[in-house]
T-cell receptor
């Protein structure tokens, strides 16, 4: 088990709603990355936060947004939910730096009806 | 788009046998990482191999990297039922810190 925790574990929303997912990073880690993993697929990079600033973004629309707090915990917000947003959302913490090992949380399973 | 692609998509073996999974990628990389995922849970980092390395070992795991063929393999020796999981490769392309994952290989080890 890593020291990365995510909440909630499961979530069911309806199309058009908004959702906030939370992640607490492993102690000492100042970088958090978020991934979306659809069923049967590999994780897709959403964005990364380093010292409370967005540090890189994948191919996701602006309705996917995030925050990182001074204690390095993080939130992922998704507005105007669509059915295709149903997925496992993973956060991973790491030390800043190129190619450092990422420690993943258990994920939040989001279902959009 | 997927940078790394694992092969085979699924692998079923008996306990005690070796399991080999392959990963191919398209562009030059700085490093390649292998991860394991149990049943829709979080990923566990297994091994990172840098582009200037050819082979790394960790316990029963052996990873090779052939940059000329843009491919990597993960060998699990003397497999156990507990090795049943999905295995993903992730590459960091040159100049990027963003890891790009493949679709994974689903390994089933029968007791």
């Amino acid at each position: 088990e890593t020291g990365v925790t995510q909440s909630p574990t499961h979530l069911i929303k309806t199309r058009g709603q908004q959702v906030t997912l939370r992640c607490s990073s492993q102690s000492g880690h100042n970088t958090v990355s978020w991934y979306q993993q659809a069923l049967g697929q590999g994780p897709q990079f959403i964005f990364q936060y380093y010292r409370e600033e967005e540090n890189g973004r994948g191919n996701f629309p602006p309705r996917f947004s995030g925050l990182q707090f001074p204690n390095y915990s993080s939130e992922l917000n998704v507005n105007a939910l669509e059915l295709d947003d149903s997925a496992l959302y993973l956060c991973a913490s790491s030390l800043a730096g190129f190619g450092n090992e990422q420690f993943f949380g258990p994920g939040t399973r989001l279902t959009v009806l | 788009s997927q940078q790394g692609e694992e092969d085979p998509q699924a692998l079923s073996i008996q306990e005690g046998e070796n399991a080999t999974m392959n990963c191919s990628y398209k562009t030059s990389i700085n490093n390649l990482q292998w991860y394991r995922q149990n049943s829709g849970r979080g990923l566990v980092h297994l091994i990172l191999i840098r582009s200037n390395e050819r082979e790394k070992h960790s316990g029963r795991l052996r990873v090779t990297l052939d940059t000329s063929k843009k491919s990597s393999s993960l060998l699990i020796t003397a497999s156990r039922a507990a090795d049943t999981a999905s295995y993903f490769c992730a590459t960091n392309k040159g100049g990027s810190y963003i890891p790009t994952f493949g679709r994974g290989t689903s390994l089933i080890v029968h007791p």
